[in-house]
């Protein structure tokens, strides 16, 4: 099992910045792809942004590109999303997710492992 802890949400105004962390333990070795995905109040989960947890290719959904970055402290077991520019469509639970089979990134599907979700509010 991989446990994952999100944390670094909150309330930021148009065009601020954010960073989240995701700790994750247990049997981290195992973890393949690592990545973030968002659901905002009556929306579909969607996906934000993976990276291949050894190798450290990354993988962003066209909307985020630019504006966010993923990237992993791999001694630490630590991912990151640092988000930036953000708008007010942004507002949603961010969800750390672990995978230990490789997949396709930008399903939910893929992934064995979820965190309990931050919340990120960005207030106009």
């Known amino acids: 099992q991989v446990q994952l802890v999100e944390s670094g949400g909150g309330l930021v105004q148009t065009g601020g910045s954010l960073r989240l962390s995701c700790a994750a333990s247990?049997?981290?070795?195992?973890?393949?792809?690592m990545g973030w995905f968002r659901q905002a109040p009556g929306k579909e989960r969607e996906f934000v942004a993976a990276?291949?947890?050894?190798?450290?290719?990354?993988y962003y959904a066209d909307s985020m590109k630019g504006r966010f970055i993923i990237s992993r402290e791999y001694a630490k077991n630590t991912l990151y999303l640092q988000m930036n520019s953000l708008k007010p469509d942004d507002t949603a639970v961010y969800y750390c997710a672990a995978s230990s089979s490789f997949g396709v990134v930008t399903t939910g599907r893929t992934y064995d492992h979820w965190g309990q979700g931050t919340q990120v509010t960005v207030s106009s």
């Open positions: 247990g049997r981290t070795f195992s973890m393949y792809f």
């Open positions: 990276i291949n947890w050894s190798g450290g290719s990354t």
